[in-house]
């Protein structure tokens, strides 16, 4: 069932589709992991804005120094998002309930001061119980499917889903990954072409549901040059890209992840009236 179970292909509980009516939602992420990751981030928001689209950066707090205000700055005015992946990226988040609660007040200092939109788990590891504790609008902690991940319990759904608080009537966004990162596909598998993003994406299209793509640019090779071990070109990223606008233009809703949860938010609220 993997990259395409067809049973995660049903809209959940009232859902009333995308705005303006549109056929299916794009929305792009990144992971910065590393030092090396983190000094190619303006370089991948110029390609992406030169091709007309927005992201969301995810920035892990405590692992690579301090991460510049000025270059958060910088994409917040070219229209990018910002995000906390995690805290230190070891590994350990989830590993229990203790670490979680001691890590949950530097990650809510984060998001504050950073003005983040949300959080990304770090090698999608996840309880979904215990990120009720974080002050968020939306996650990205799960998948529809892959096998391939370290926790590989799927979500079963390209559509978002609703995380009840546990007080109030409030809530969080979970939208679940929907198509294989770029390191599982490209690193890991080895596969030298997007066809297999390409399917997906035309197959999410079909069904109404929603594209996440979360790459990261400590993998992408931007030159010839810097291509080496444990990497793949850009212009697999940019030729997919591509390959969206072209086909599918005016057809998506294309958003930031926080504009996603943003949307199904309102049609809980609506459905509670």
């Known amino acids: ?80 998002g910002i995000g906390v992946h995690g805290l230190k990226h070891d590994g350990k988040l989830f590993l229990s309930r203790r670490i979680f609660d001691a890590r949950v007040p530097r990650i809510n200092h984060y998001l504050k001061r950073w003005g983040a939109e949300g959080f990304s788990s770090p090698s999608m590891h996840h309880n979904l119980e215990w990120l009720k504790d974080l002050k968020i609008e939306y996650s990205i902690s799960t998948f529809d499917t892959d096998p391939f991940e370290p926790q590989p319990d799927a979500s079963g759904t390209i559509f978002p889903i609703w995380i009840p608080a546990r007080e109030n009537g409030d809530g969080i966004v979970e ?24 399917e997906k994406l035309d197959w999410i299209a079909r069904k109404g549901g929603m594209v996440i793509l979360n790459t990261h640019p400590d993998y992408m ?13 850009i212009r697999l990223y940019t030729d997919f890209i591509g390959y969206v606008k072209e086909k599918y233009q005016g057809k998506f809703y294309n958003a930031k992840p926080k504009d996603l949860a943003a949307h199904y938010r309102r049609q809980i609220i609506a459905r509670k009236r």
């Open 221 to 233: 090779s931007f030159s010839d040059e810097d291509e080496i071990a444990y990497s793949y070109p």
């Open 1 to 80: 069932m993997w990259p395409i179970d067809p049973s995660t292909s049903k809209p959940p509980e009232g859902w009333t589709g995308w705005p303006e009516g549109k056929r299916f939602a794009l929305s792009l992420s990144h992971d910065v992991e590393s030092a090396k990751g983190y000094g190619r981030v303006l370089d991948l928001a110029r390609i992406e804005q030169g091709l007309g689209f927005r992201s969301t950066f995810n920035f892990v707090p405590e692992a690579y120094g301090t991460i510049s205000p000025e270059i958060m700055r910088t994409l917040k005015t070219m229209g990018f």
């Open 175 to 198: 939208l679940p990954l929907t198509m294989p990162q770029d390191f599982t596909l490209f690193v890991i598998l080895r596969e030298e072409t997007n066809k297999i993003w390409k």
